[in-house]
Every structure is written in structure tokens, then in C-alpha cells.
């Protein structure tokens, strides 16, 4: 029998089905992100996690169960900043140390980073061999944290193939996953990785 990963299970195939890749950001955190998981693992759903290096190494368990369960994790920067604004050589610190806390935690190195607050240009592209991930729904759930709004928000405007971006630090971000997850997948879609999107599509 051959070995492979948990997210080498998934054998969804976007170009058949309708997919959807939700984002989580900023986390690790505790206790959110491992309610989040229990919600994920109820709807064999998968989601990708861009993790910021100092929330990795405040919880590695966290990380590393998320991996565990088939989810993807991407690299957030170590600790938040505007990565325009830095140097090349700062930038690549930043995604290279987090870039060891996530291999660290997972055994894994990731392939996708999500610069924060969606800030890139040339020179950010050319410090890393990380692949960019920015978004198709914009949730705003850190300014409205309000879980109905959230889930309305991502249910109203989501369609097939859409990269939803919300940040697992907030309870109640977290809250609105499950009516999220119930109504889409009545409606036929499949939540997948990242990598899983590009990868079928
Ligand atoms: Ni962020």
C-alpha cells in the first residue's frame, strides 16, 4: 500500500465539482482554532491556515493537528508586518524563519505564503520561492465580528473555485464556519486546500 498524506487523500476534483478553499489567518490561536478543526473534521471539510511564525511556535500542537487532519498550512509572515516596507533581506527572514516553526510543527515546509493585509510587489516576489495567495471573498469578519453577518456574507457572494478570506482568531469568526459549511455543501460545493484548487483546476 502506498504512504501518503492525509491531504494526499482528498481525491475532489475541481474541474467536476464545485470547489471553495477557505483561508484562515493570523492564528494559530487557542482555543479558536481547534474548535475550528472539530467543525472542519464534522464536514470532512478542508481549509488552509497562513499562520504567522510566532503563533506557530506559541502552539505547534495546534498547527500540527490541522496538518494531521488533511488542512493546509501556509505561511503568514513571522509576525505580521508590511512586508513592502521592508528590506529584502527582512523579508526574507520573515517568511524564512516561520518557514522552519511551520516544518518544525508539521514536518512539512509550506509552498504558499498570504502576504499580510494583501500588501506585494516585485520585491516581495522576488525574496521568496513561497507562491502568493491573495482572495476572492474579502469577509471583513475582524472588523464586524459578528458570526451571522460573517456566514451570510460568505454564503451570499461565494461561487465555484473562490479563495474566502477570514482569520481564525476571532471567536466569532470561527461561529459562523459551521452554517457556512452546512449551507454550502447542501448546495453541492467541496471545501478543498489551496494547493488541492490549483492543483485540479
Ligand atoms: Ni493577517
Redesign the pocket.
Known amino acids: 500500500m502506498p504512504t501518503h498524506t492525509a491531504s494526499g487523500d482528498d481525491d475532489t476534483d475541481c474541474k467536476k465539482v464545485k470547489c471553495i478553499a477557505l483561508t484562515l489567518?493570523?492564528g494559530p490561536a487557542a482555543p479558536e482554532t481547534a474548535t475550528l478543526l472539530t467543525y472542519l473534521a464534522q464536514y470532512k471539510a478542508r481549509a488552509t491556515f497562513f499562520t504567522t511564525g510566532q503563533n506557530v511556535a506559541a502552539h505547534p500542537d495546534l498547527v500540527r493537528a490541522a496538518a494531521r487532519a488533511g488542512n493546509e498550512i501556509g505561511n503568514?509572515s513571522w509576525n505580521?508586518p508590511d512586508l513592502t516596507k521592508l528590506t529584502p533581506e527582512q523579508i526574507a527572514s520573515q517568511l524564512n524563519r516561520t518557514n522552519t516553526a511551520i516544518k518544525a510543527a508539521t514536518g512539512k515546509e509550506p509552498t504558499l505564503f498570504r502576504p499580510?493585509y494583501g500588501a506585494i510587489n516585485t520585491q516581495v516576489r522576488a525574496a521568496t520561492r513561497l507562491s502568493p495567495v491573495l482572495w476572492d471573498v474579502d469577509t471583513e469578519d475582524w472588523k464586524y465580528r459578528d458570526a451571522a453577518k460573517v456566514a451570510q456574507t460568505v454564503i451570499s457572494k461565494a461561487e465555484p473555485n473562490d479563495v474566502v478570506l477570514m482569520h481564525d482568531i476571532h471567536p466569532t469568526s470561527v461561529a459562523a464556519v459551521p452554517q457556512i459549511l452546512r449551507t454550502l455543501t447542501a448546495r453541492g460545493y467541496h471545501f478543498v486546500t489551496v494547493s488541492h484548487l490549483r492543483a485540479t483546476l
Do not use: S, T
Open positions: 489567518d493570523d503568514h505580521h499580510p
